[in-house]
């Protein structure tokens, strides 16, 4: 009997972001879940799986036969990053479950091999970091959506190269992105709230701190801690 990958909400979530036919690689694909959706759907044909680790890629392969379909349609390599891959061989790359500093440490390895494809990006943490960076290396964010799990909202972005790098300002704060104020995603406003709720730690924290870095950070938390009260009350 064949296994059928039914996905979590945020594996859902980062499928929906593939196109028909689109070349893909699943950057620390792990269990390989996603990649094996996108092929049993027939979204795509084309995808590789990537891990730095034996292991996970053993697990993939395993969950690989037990879906019964072509191993041939399904290319499992080893290494870390985008090293697997080459310029120009695929058209989107899934980099997903990692930190943001991670995220960075992948997509400026090498500029010009990832200035080639689009990503599917989900950020586990310093999201703001990762959003900077893009904006500020000749990326943007096409599109951004909202997905609970495990009591936590995370975020999804579609990310895309562009030519003219130009430094676009978010009011605030780097990790609410306006796109998600204009499309009135429907997790918003728990969104808001988890992070207000991060933030008022911070701003309790370096409330007390007598260094130079404790202030700045109190000042910058004091007004974002005033921004998301202020947004969370127009929703």
Known sequence: MTMTVKLT??????????????RVVDVGTDHGLVPIYLVQKEITGDVILSDIGEGPLANAADNIKKSG?????MD?????????????????????????????E???ADIKKSRSMEFVLQPRKKQERLVYWLYNNGFTIVDE???KESYYVWQVMKVKPIKDVKIKKYPCDFSINPILLENKDPLLKDF?????KIEKKINNGSKMGKTWTS???YERSK????????????L
């Open 106 to 108: 992948i997509l400026q």
């Open 192 to 196: 808001l709230e988890q992070k207000l």
């Open 69 to 73: 379909i072509d191993e041939n349609m």
């Open 76 to 104: 499992i390599r080893c290494g870390s990053g985008l090293e697997t891959v080459s310029e120009e061989e695929v058209d989107v790359a899934i980099i997903a479950g990692m930190g943001g500093n991670l995220i960075i």
């Open 215 to 217: 202030r700045l950070n």
């Open 9 to 22: 909400d945020r594996m859902q979530c980062i499928a929906d972001y593939i196109e028909k036919n689109q």
């Open 145 to 147: 959506k909202l997905v």
């Open 223 to 234: 007004i974002l801690v005033e921004y998301m009260s202020e947004l969370i009350t127009k």
